[in-house]
């Protein structure tokens, strides 16, 4: 009997291992199962990317004349759900020059969904991309960056790369707040090639709206320029 329960409990032990283990993975921007995963371009050129996740939303227009201001292209990783609410702002998007990259139609956690789930959630969004007027290579970023194993899987066979990122100033609340602990963090931080992380789509997003611009100038400064995703990473 005792043993009985020791097994029982080392069986616990072993699937909790396993879980937490898959957890991991699932946000690692190191590793996953299938398939390319990108989180910086793999250079000694002075060049970077900066993404924008989420939207479009009526920010457009914001962050779209600080990007016209300083001649910078930008990488949009939009919903398909936003694009149908904010068809125009999609439009302008793809008509300013911009690259649009595919960040899922509902913007769920990828992570343990069925095939005809991440199928659909991706085909979509590529047809109101498609539709917004977007003409190159249409990328792929996982909402909260999360993916396992079936997302990776649909990807690799359509020959796409998961596209993250290694520089996130804003997903640290106590820089997050701050416009210009934003600026700072970047100008310290970053490397040739580096994928840079902001969201501006939203009200809440208020800091990272305002620190656009210093990030910019910044880099400018250090003699860096910028690319797309696609660009960089061709
Ligand atoms: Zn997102």
Redesign the pocket.
């Known amino acids: 009997m005792k043993k009985t329960i020791l097994i029982v409990l080392i069986s616990i032990v072993i699937l909790f291992t396993i879980a937490y283990g898959l957890l991991k993975i699932s946000s690692s921007r190191d590793f996953q199962f299938y398939g390319g995963l990108v989180t910086k371009a793999e250079t000694t050129d002075k060049i970077v990317a900066l993404t924008f ?2 939207g479009p939303t009526e920010n457009t227009d914001e962050i779209l004349s600080i990007l016209k201001e300083e001649d910078v292209k930008a990488t949009f ?1 939009v ?1 398909g759900r936003e694009i149908e609410e904010n068809f125009k702002e999609a439009k302008k998007l793809a008509e300013a020059g911009h690259e649009l990259g595919n ?1 899922s139609y509902s ?1 769920k956690r990828m992570v343990l969904k069925s095939p005809s789930f991440i199928k659909s959630e991706v085909e979509k969004t590529d047809e109101l991309i498609r539709k917004a007027g977007y003409e190159g290579t249409i990328q792929f970023r996982p ?2 960056g999360k993916k396992l194993i079936g997302l990776p899987r649909y990807l690799d066979k359509h020959d796409r790369k998961t596209v993250l990122w290694n520089l996130e100033p804003d997903s640290y609340p106590e820089i997050a707040s701050d416009s210009e602990k934003i600026v700072k963090h970047v100008n310290e931080k970053i490397e040739p090639g580096s994928i840079i992380l902001l ?1 501006v789509m939203y009200e809440s997003r208020e800091e990272s709206m305002k620190s656009v611009k210093g990030i910019i100038k910044d880099l400018k400064a250090q003699g860096y320029t910028f690319q797309t995703v696609s660009e960089m990473l061709e």
């Open positions: 996740d989420d990783f919903t960040h913007h909402p909260f969201h």
